[in-house]
Nanobody, 118 residues
Framework: QVQLVESGGGLVQAGGSLRLSCAAS????????MGWYRQAPGKERELVAT??????KYADSVKGRFTISRDNAKNTVYLQMNSLKPEDTAVYYC?????????????WGQGTQVTVSS
């Protein structure tokens, strides 16, 4: 099995910054894609950013403010969030597409709360 453990969430004022981390552990051959999603109260889960090889993808709402990066040696993905806005308040979930013996496996973290006060 693959476990994703997130950290770095918290309460911050608008305009502030937070850095989320997500470390993968378990038995797998490699990680193809890692990413971050978020879910605000009463809303569906939405993509924030993904990273695969050297390619990154961002939601329009976070472009220019958030940066996703990855440390392959540590099987860890990061999300640097700057210029945070109240509308960024949500539970942030880490996601990974993992190569295992058999079909690739999609794993999710438990989520970390990010709250941005105005």
């Amino acid at each position: 099995q693959v476990q994703l453990v997130e950290s770095g969430g918290g309460l911050v004022q608008a305009g502030g910054s937070l850095r989320l981390s997500c470390a993968a552990s378990g038995r797998f051959f490699g990680i193809r894609t890692m990413g971050w999603y978020r879910q605000a109260p009463g809303k569906e889960r939405e993509l924030v950013a993904t990273i695969s090889g050297g390619s990154t993808k961002y939601a329009d709402s976070v472009k220019g403010r958030f940066t996703i990066s990855r440390d392959n040696a540590k099987n860890t993905v990061y999300l640097q969030m700057n210029s945070l806005k109240p509308e960024d308040t949500a539970v942030y979930y880490c996601n990974a597409l993992v190569a295992v013996l058999g079909p690739d496996f999609v794993s999710w973290g438990q989520g970390t709360q990010v709250t941005v006060s105005s």
